[in-house]
């Protein structure tokens, strides 16, 4: 079984300063593991994805996480974060069968 | 190339009504999923299809009813609503290998 846990439910941040979203799983064998987007009202985005290259991925607007397996961990960080960032962000880890298992989501709120 | 496109965006349905929510891809994808959000939860999978032909349940399938009518097209049937139903419905579709989901925009529905 494979479950994700995001360890802030809201993250608040000012426009320009660093954003850090947390994300550990557990998966029985190496995982593939996402990052996607939600703005209000909207559907999903993919941001970047994991899937055993690499362990710092970049991703889109500026966005990278980095696969650290010693410590079970996936997290997302931005250097300086945009009005637009505004969102909710959830954490994705992918099954051998390719189901996606969700984290609950973080919401991000960027302050002028 | 419209993605994945699902309709109708908005729907509101009485206690013990029935109604089919309709998604299709333009991507040639070969799996297809339906998942329900609600919040604090992410998104969990109701019923997915791994190829044409096949399907199965997933976390949340109580109540439903899925057809995978081509390789272009998944339905999801509610037979009779419930106000536990009430939920953004989502659509999904990918093609093989662990790559990522991509996401329709969602419907919106409320069971009253």
């Known amino acids: 079984a494979q479950s994700v846990t995001q360890l802030d439910s809201h993250v608040s941040v000012s426009e320009g300063t660093p954003v850090l979203l947390r994300c550990n799983y557990s998966s029985s064998y190496s995982p593939s593991l996402f990052w996607y987007v939600q703005h209000p009202n909207k559907g999903l985005q993919l941001l970047l994805k994991?899937?055993?290259?690499?362990?710092l991925v970049k991703g889109i607007n500026g966005f990278e996480a980095e696969f650290k397996k010693s410590e079970t961990s996936f997290h997302l960080t931005k250097p300086s974060a945009h009005m637009s960032d505004a969102a909710e962000y959830f954490c994705?880890?992918?099954?051998?069968?390719?189901?996606?298992?969700f984290g609950a989501g973080t919401t991000v709120t960027v302050r002028a | 190339n419209a993605g994945v496109t699902q309709t109708p965006k908005f729907q509101v349905l009485k206690t013990g009504q029935s109604m089919t929510l309709q998604c299709a891809q333009d991507m040639n994808h070969n799996s297809m999923y339906w998942y329900r959000q609600d919040p604090g939860m992410g998104l969990r999978l109701i019923y997915y299809s791994a190829s044409e032909g096949t399907t199965d349940k997933g976390e949340v399938p109580n109540g439903y009813n899925v057809s995978r009518l081509n390789k272009r097209e998944f339905s999801l049937r509610l037979e009779s609503a419930a106000p536990s139903q009430t939920s953004v419905y989502f659509c999904?579709?990918?093609?093989?290998?662990?790559?990522?989901?991509?996401f329709g925009p969602g419907t919106r529905l409320t069971v009253t």
């Open positions: 994705v880890v992918s099954d051998q069968d390719y189901k996606l298992s």
């Open positions: 999904a579709s990918r093609t093989g290998g662990p790559y990522e989901q991509y």
């Open positions: 994991y899937t055993s290259a690499a362990t």
